[in-house]
């Protein structure tokens, strides 16, 4: 079962968090700005050596002070109103961190709301995409985490849930 949590990302004890990047893999503002600080400079020397991330990849780093054993960093779509291909390319951000999970054998995984921030997509319409994409990788997790920075932000995805039958 997918679970919906609220509060801070950097605080939950799982095999790998999903970070929100930027496709430099340098530290930005946001829950990217948060898993930095919380998980040392190591991070970002690491992040240094990986080359960037295309928009919809993904790549993973060690946790370093986090409490989680791994981050994963995914490159969310700039919201442009929809017609850039946008939802493919946030599809592929749940569909590429998960792939990666499951090739290092992790069992629990958390995610924050990608995009939905600074990058501007739509809460309600991304949870969807976010929710539909997830459902394909339950089965292979033990813990399958979404993590909203607010009460408001879970009930959009509980709303999903619920009309999704699930
Ligand atoms: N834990 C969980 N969720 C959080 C946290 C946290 N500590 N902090 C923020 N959120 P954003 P984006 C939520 O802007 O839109 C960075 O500068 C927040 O409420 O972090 O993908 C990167 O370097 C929102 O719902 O990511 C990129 O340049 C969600 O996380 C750019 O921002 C995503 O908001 C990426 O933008």
Redesign the pocket.
């Known amino acids: 079962m997918i679970e919906i949590v609220v509060?801070?990302?950097?605080g939950l004890e799982v095999d790998a968090i999903v970070n929100?990047?930027?496709a430099s893999l340098m530290?930005?503002?946001?829950?990217?700005?948060?898993i930095h600080r919380a998980a040392g400079p190591e991070l970002a020397r690491f992040t240094a050596t990986l080359g960037g991330c295309e928009t919809g990849e993904a790549k993973i780093a060690p946790g370093f002070g986090l409490k989680a054993r791994h981050v994963i960093l995914t490159v969310?779509p700039i919201w442009k109103g929809g017609q850039g291909g946008e939802e493919a390319l946030l599809a592929s951000c749940y569909h590429n961190s998960c792939r990666l999970a499951e090739q290092e054998k992790l069992r629990s995984l958390a995610f924050?709301?990608?995009?939905?921030?600074?990058?501007?997509?739509p809460k309600a319409e991304a949870a969807r995409v976010a929710l539909e994409a997830l459902r394909q990788h339950e089965a292979n997790f033990d813990r399958l985490i979404c993590?909203c920075?607010?009460e408001q932000?879970a009930e959009l995805y509980r709303k999903q849930l619920s009309e999704a039958g699930t």
């Open positions: 509060g801070d990302i950097t929100a990047a930027n530290p930005g503002g946001g829950v990217d700005g948060a969310g924050p709301a990608i995009s939905t921030g600074v990058y501007g997509y993590c920075f607010s932000d």
